[in-house]
């Protein structure tokens, strides 16, 4: 008598964590795409704090957006969060992951800054020295897990409180399933958003760069382009 062995069925791409009660921080949580990714998760139910280099400025944004919002200092929003969304400025990036590496440890961070330079000739992507934001994230904070997502947002969409959904697909990059699809879990409270994975952080590059293409289809079509990825 001959016996085979059984193998677990694979996992279905689709079973997401319960990521509800996570409490979730915005770095740059003032600038226009920090501050409409926390009025869209703390709108779908996240506990959120945004941060900024001044609290009182933080504060203040917060209770605009409201739907329980906090704000803190960067540091404090980093402490308290579990999950730490970097929404800064590229000019400032490198240099406020570099002070906040202790309050990071240990933390998921999420990075979703775009490396972008403008002339005349419109936006065009720049190629940092570590291949992206996402990489130059991973190597300033080697305590941290990093993953990248929410790049290819348009603000003015996120902040428009007459919209109950945002009709795109978010590129989620990471290094461990377990943190992508944390990430995935968190685009999907958002209506109309999906997270989806799309590789690992030697791939965050050209999803970076995808930016400067849709503010070109932006500025011809004077639309607020997203994505979405067909047959899955």
Same mark, same amino acid.
């Given at each position: 008598?001959?016996?085979?062995?059984?193998?677990?069925?694979?996992?279905?791409?689709?079973?997401?964590?319960?990521?509800?009660?996570?409490?979730?921080?915005?770095?740059?949580?003032?600038?226009?795409?920090?501050?409409?990714?926390?009025?869209?998760?703390?709108?779908?139910?996240?506990?959120?704090?945004?941060?900024?280099?001044?609290?009182?400025?933080?504060?203040?944004?917060?209770?605009?957006?409201?739907?329980?919002?906090?704000?803190?200092?960067?540091?404090?929003?980093?402490?308290?969060?579990?999950?730490?969304?970097?929404?800064?400025?590229?000019?400032?990036?490198? !240099?406020?992951? $570099?002070?906040?590496?202790? &309050?990071? *440890?240990?933390? +998921?961070?999420? =990075?979703?800054?775009?490396?972008?330079? /403008?002339?005349?000739?419109?936006?065009?992507?720049? !190629?940092?020295? $570590?291949?992206?934001?996402? &990489?130059? *994230?991973?190597? +300033?904070?080697? =305590?941290?897990?990093?993953?990248?997502? /929410?790049?290819?947002?348009?603000?003015?969409?996120?902040?428009?409180?007459?919209?109950?959904?945002?009709?795109?697909?978010?590129?989620?990059?990471?290094?461990?399933?377990?943190?992508?699809?944390?990430?995935?879990?968190?685009?999907?409270?958002?209506?109309?958003?999906?997270?989806?994975?799309?590789?690992?952080?030697?791939?965050?590059?050209?999803?970076?760069?995808?930016?400067?293409?849709?503010?070109?289809?932006?500025?011809?079509?004077?639309?607020?382009?997203?994505?979405?990825?067909?047959?899955?």
């Amino acid at each position: 008598m001959t016996t085979t062995d059984s193998k677990p069925a694979p996992k279905d791409p689709w079973d997401l964590p319960d990521v509800s009660g996570l409490v979730v921080g915005v770095l740059g949580g003032t600038g226009e795409q920090g501050r409409g990714l926390a009025y869209r998760l703390a709108k779908a139910g996240q506990q959120v704090i945004i941060g900024s280099r001044a609290a009182d400025r933080a504060q203040d944004v917060a209770a605009e957006i409201g739907h329980g919002v906090q704000g803190a200092d960067n540091a404090e929003c980093a402490r308290r969060s579990d999950i730490v969304i970097v929404a800064v400025p590229w000019d400032g990036h490198a !240099k406020t992951l $570099e002070s906040l590496r202790e &309050e990071l *440890a240990g933390k +998921l961070v999420v =990075d979703c800054v775009n490396p972008l330079g /403008f002339d005349k000739k419109g936006a065009y992507a720049l !190629k940092p020295e $570590e291949g992206s934001a996402a &990489e130059q *994230a991973a190597a +300033l904070l080697p =305590d941290s897990r990093v993953a990248a997502a /929410f790049h290819h947002l348009s603000a003015v969409l996120l902040q428009d409180t007459s919209l109950e959904e945002i009709d795109t697909d978010v590129m989620v990059l990471g290094e461990e399933r377990a943190d992508v699809e944390l990430v995935q879990a968190l685009a999907g409270r958002i209506p109309g958003m999906r997270g989806v994975f799309a590789g690992r952080l030697r791939n965050a590059h050209q999803v970076e760069s995808l930016v400067a293409n849709l503010i070109s289809v932006n500025r011809r079509y004077k639309a607020h382009a997203g994505l979405r990825v067909t047959d899955i």
